[in-house]
């Protein structure tokens, strides 16, 4: 069975977008449109991966992560932080909350599959 990514982010483009490029390498794929969405569907699901936005409404990529890393059955889950935000300080925060890797948008194709691969590889 392929490997199960969740996308959380409030962008409709971006998660078909990288809906269609997961599918196509053989992932299955949740989506999820702001933090809390991504929580409850994080904690029902248990993807193999999660793929995080940092702007979006109701609760931020920061706090979505902090709040992933605190709950027992997505504690050791691969989050990948996927955004726009590509200052030092960002980076610092995410390695706060405890992001596995740190992508910015607009996203590398070839680079987002490595690193799918590289935290969760496809059976």
């Known amino acids: 069975m392929a490997g199960l990514v969740l996308v959380i982010d409030d962008d409709v483009v971006e998660r078909e977008l990288l809906h269609r490029c997961l599918a196509a390498a053989g992932y299955r794929v949740l989506l999820a449109s702001d933090g809390e969405a991504g929580l409850d569907v994080a904690t029902r699901q248990s993807?193999?991966?999660?793929?995080?936005?940092?702007?979006?409404?109701?609760?931020?990529g920061f706090q979505t992560c902090?709040?992933?890393?605190?709950?027992?059955?997505?504690?050791?889950?691969?989050?990948?932080?996927?955004?726009?935000k590509d200052q030092d300080a960002d980076r610092y925060w995410a390695d706060q909350v405890g992001v596995s890797a740190y992508l910015t948008k607009?996203?590398?194709?070839?680079?987002?599959?490595?690193?799918?691969?590289?935290?969760?590889?496809?059976?």
Do not use: F, K, Y
């Open 47 to 60: 993807p193999d991966l999660i793929l995080l936005d940092v702007v979006m409404p109701n609760l931020n």
């Open 66 to 84: 902090r709040r992933l890393r605190q709950q027992p059955g997505t504690a050791a889950t691969p989050i990948v932080m996927l955004t726009s």
């Open 106 to 123: 607009p996203v590398d194709v070839s680079l987002l599959l490595a690193t799918a691969a590289e935290l969760a590889p496809p059976p």
